[in-house]
């Protein structure tokens, strides 16, 4: 069982920047974040395969960065120019073993709890 405990979130006003981390019990080769926004289904917003191998859906791309982050088994997201649609819960997800190259959530194994970002004037 894989642990994923995320912090990061917050509250921000429009056009701020928040930067999410998920750290891991142990190392996985794949991470992600999806959001879950008021009223909306769950999507993800980015994915990290193995070291450096990213994907974004095309409606985040440029905004969203995702990366492995400095601390052991860690990976951040920095979310730039965020507006009110941002709004919901964050969950990271995991899959240990595998390379997932997807940003569909029934493929991904180990989920956190969630952190709740704001963005509102």
């Known amino acids: 069982q894989v642990l994923l405990v995320e912090t990061g979130g917050g509250s921000v006003q429009p056009g701020g920047s928040l930067t999410l981390s998920c750290v891991a019990s142990?190392?996985?080769?794949?991470m992600s974040w999806f959001r879950q926004r008021p009223g909306k289904e769950r999507e993800g917003v980015a994915a990290?395969?193995?070291?450096?191998?990213?994907l974004y859906p095309d409606n985040l791309k440029g905004r969203f960065t995702i990366s492995r982050g400095n601390v052991t088994n860690e990976m951040v997201l920095k979310m730039n120019n965020l507006q009110p649609w941002d709004t919901g819960m964050y969950y990271c997800?995991?899959?240990?073993?595998?390379?997932?190259?997807?940003?569909?959530?029934?493929?991904?194994?180990?989920w956190g709890q969630g952190t709740q970002v704001t963005v509102s004037s």
């Open positions: 997800a995991a899959n240990r073993d595998r390379f997932s190259y997807t940003l569909l959530g029934e493929s991904w194994t180990y």
């Open positions: 142990e190392f996985c080769k794949s």
């Open positions: 990290l395969v193995g070291t450096s191998g990213t």
